[in-house]
């Protein structure tokens, strides 16, 4: 690697907003973000799954499509 061109390394420490901390390789000595693997719904199993029962014949119904 040439000298003097790539940045530093540095072992940064990210914060949520729930409190959660950990480390990881960055470029920058500290990073806040707003969720983490910790609150995110999809990690926790809180998930809502969209309901779509009915879509297909509430389409076909708007559009006078027939079978």
């Known amino acids: 690697m040439r000298e003097g061109i790539h940045p530093d ?3 940064a420490t990210v914060t949520c907003n ?3 901390t950990f480390v990881v390789g960055s470029t920058k000595k ?3 973000v707003e ?3 910790k609150c995110h719904s999809f ?5 809502k799954m969209a309901r ?3 879509r297909i014949e509430k389409f076909n119904k ?3 499509v027939n079978k």
């Open 9 to 11: 390394y540095y072992q």
């Open 18 to 20: 729930c409190g959660n």
């Open 30 to 32: 500290e990073i806040h």
């Open 35 to 37: 969720v983490c693997s």
């Open 43 to 47: 990690y926790t199993g809180q998930t």
């Open 52 to 54: 779509t029962d009915g």
């Open 62 to 64: 708007k559009y006078g």
